[in-house]
């Protein structure tokens, strides 16, 4: 059974910072690609930046690039989001997703990926 863990929400400022960690376990799981989603009250789940297994790839949505850096470090396990000059309409729930497998024309969806984590509240005040 993957599980996966986030941490590192909060409460923060417009124009602050917060870094989000997703810890996946157990530590003999190994995924193609590792992605952080969110979603805001009455929205769809949006994607916000993925990851491949050798970290050398990374992929951002429009609304977040140049604010948001997505890493690895795979020998703890762990997914990183670092998010600065925070705005409020960052605020929502970030989930962590990972896949076994990986396909540039569905990094982005949903749809490629096999497990997901329950959740960080990320609120953002203005």
């Known amino acids: 059974q993957v599980l996966l863990v986030e941490s590192g929400g909060g409460m923060v400022q417009a124009g602050g910072s917060l870094r989000l960690a997703c810890v996946s376990s157990?530590?003999?799981?190994?995924?193609?690609?590792m992605a952080w989603f969110r979603q805001a009250p009455g929205k769809e789940r949006e994607f916000v930046a993925a990851?491949?297994?050798?970290?050398?790839?990374?992929y951002y949505a429009d609304s977040v690039k140049d604010r948001f850096t997505i890493s690895r470090d795979n020998a703890k396990s762990t997914v990183y989001l670092q998010m600065n000059s925070l705005k409020p309409e960052d605020t929502a729930v970030y989930y962590c997703?990972?896949?076994?497998?990986?396909?540039?024309?569905?990094?982005?969806?949903?749809?490629?990926?096999?497990?997901w984590g329950q959740g960080t509240q990320v609120t953002v005040s203005s």
């Open positions: 990851i491949r297994w050798t970290g050398l790839s990374t």
């Open positions: 997703a990972a896949a076994r497998g990986f396909s540039t024309a569905t990094s982005r969806t949903t749809t490629l990926y096999d497990y």
């Open positions: 157990p530590r003999t799981f190994t995924s193609n690609a």
